[in-house]
């Protein structure tokens, strides 16, 4: 029996294995993005990830995309695009959906 050709979609690594194609170029997307605010922002990966609580590692995995990132993970990473793109659309749904939050993010020195 013959085997079918692949289809090539985007060369990524993904570590989980359930994640669509579909998926892995939304998250490949949102994490070039997530990169752009976190560098504009002028901040390494290390220092975002102590601002929430995260490990570099995590970071890393968001912005190459093979790492599903919460829609709550998400709305606080907005935290950073308020201040580099307020007119970025997620900025008043972070606003909005935050609001009630008793969760501050640290201070960054």
Same mark, same amino acid.
């Given at each position: *029996?013959? =085997? =079918?050709?692949?289809?090539?979609? &985007?060369? *990524? ?11 892995? %170029? $939304?998250?490949?997307? #949102?994490?070039? @993005? #997530?990169? %752009?605010?976190?560098? +504009? +922002?002028?901040?390494?990966?290390? +220092?975002?990830?102590? #601002?929430?609580?995260?490990?570099? !590692?995590?970071?890393?995995? $968001? ?8 829609? $709550?993970?998400?709305? /606080? $990473? *907005? !935290?950073? *695009? /308020? @201040?580099?793109? &307020?007119?970025? &659309?997620?900025?008043?749904? +972070?606003?909005?959906? #935050? ?5 501050? &993010?640290?201070?960054? !020195?």
């Amino acid at each position: *029996m013959a =085997r =079918r050709a692949r289809k090539e979609g &985007p060369k *990524m690594s993904s570590n989980d294995p359930d994640m669509s194609p579909a998926e892995q %170029q $939304f998250y490949a997307r #949102l994490g070039a @993005e #997530l990169r %752009q605010v976190r560098e +504009a +922002a002028g901040l390494s990966q290390q +220092a975002v990830a102590d #601002l929430y609580e995260w490990n570099r !590692d995590a970071v890393s995995k $968001f912005e190459r995309g093979v790492r599903r990132m919460s829609l $709550f993970d998400y709305l /606080r $990473f *907005m !935290d950073l *695009m /308020r @201040e580099q793109l &307020p007119a970025h &659309p997620a900025v008043p749904l +972070a606003d909005h959906m #935050l609001s009630w939050r008793k969760f501050k &993010p640290k201070a960054v !020195d």
